[in-house]
């Protein structure tokens, strides 16, 4: 059995998503998937698609058919499409590592329910398009509350809420429903996700499991402009088994000690080694030696590119914002410096993504070096990978693989007026 469950907003689909909506549909063939069109959307007319107002999946051999309402932002296909997608050379959607699990409680003849242990009343509203049922315990501040669609021969049941949620309960609650529901259907079908923990006590009342549904997210699949955008790449890449070509921008070795190890599985990795801020010279080579080690140490096949020294770049760079203290505009002055030259070269040399390490370190503003990413992202044409490496530890990872090799560590930032700070605090 296969089948698709799109959701998407599509008041105003941008042309990037129906592209992508195209793309998907040829990995499909008709017997996997049928689109049904109600009403009519000027914007979609042409590809005589999908409507705003719902959306038909179909099943196989009359099993269910419903009109599920349009959600925002991201489409939900089962477990041989998400495959499929997989192996497709370019997907066109961002994957999640979010998935659902389908149930359904077929009644194949009228069940008889074994009577709850406590009284109960019910409350039964309609409303256009949905029926919202409330079960109340007389005797206990409890409740169950479900919004349902009907279609045919199915309830589909849209999102319940039960207070409080235990199991006693739970199982009483759902009773009463299904024994409603069973003079009006056939089935009940219900979309949870793969880790609530109201799956083993919908399959103790006979619900099935039926299929499973990953999520991707409709728009662009190559903006990465936020740190769960960053895992969701990372988890998609896992799963595609492809590697990108990222050209990493490294401040020194023991800063891109832990970078690599986090990045080296997911992406075919060149070093860009451009810091003209570092001084003195003899310095700026120390830390050229420590990156080649570190790429040594962890066995990694990775070319280290070198552009020449130029202190005079930076200092050109920094004019005028020189004696402001480290963390303002000096830095951020030199971010942009070392950054503009990786993406110049990335985009120059066919790479898919540009970052740097820089944002390991707890003394560099995270936040000011993703937005200078963004806009050369736009300003170059190649996409930026956002990074926030300090996260999860990644400072700490970074000081202790330097140990583990017996890297050197140095005491200040790199230029001549970070040196100068250092020196001065360590007077006083």
Known sequence: ??????????????????????ELLTLASDKEVILHTEGNSQALFQYSLVSQEAIHYYHAFG??????????????????????????KRCPFLYQDTRYYKLVKYFQQIEKFDPPRFEYRVNIEHTAKTQIIEIKALNH???????????EKEAFIQKYQIHPNVDGLFGGFFLILLSLLQKQVSFVTILLEE???????????????ETLWHVLRGGSRLEIHDQKAFENKLWELKSRKIKPKLLLHSCCGPCSSAVLKKLANYFEISIYYYNPNIFPEAEY?????????????LQLNIPLIVPPYNHQEYLMKIKGVENLPEGD????ACYALRMKKAAEYAKRHGFDFFTTTLSISPYKNAKKINEIGIALEKQFGILFLYSNFKLNNGYQQSVALSKQFKLYRQDYCGCEFSLKEFHKKSVE
């Not at 469950?5 to 195209?22: E, R, V």
């Not at 923990?197 to 099935?208: A, E, I, M, W």
Request: aromatic share 14%; with cysteine; net charge positive.
């Open 1 to 22: 059995m296969k089948d698709f469950l799109f959701k998407h907003y599509l008041a105003n689909p941008t042309t990037s998503f129906m592209n992508s909506l195209k």
């Open 63 to 88: 099993k269910p058919k419903f009109p599920y309402q349009t959600w925002f932002d991201q489409i939900i296909v089962n477990d041989d499409a998400f495959h499929k997608l997989q192996l497709s």
């Open 141 to 151: 501040i409890a409740f169950l509350k479900v919004e349902l669609i009907l279609c």
């Open 195 to 209: 880790n609530n923990v109201d799956l083993t006590l919908l399959k103790s009342l006979g619900f099935q499991n």
């Open 285 to 297: 080579h120390l830390r050229l030696q420590e990156q080649g080690k570190i790429i040594e140490y």
């Open 329 to 332: 505009k000096r830095c951020f």
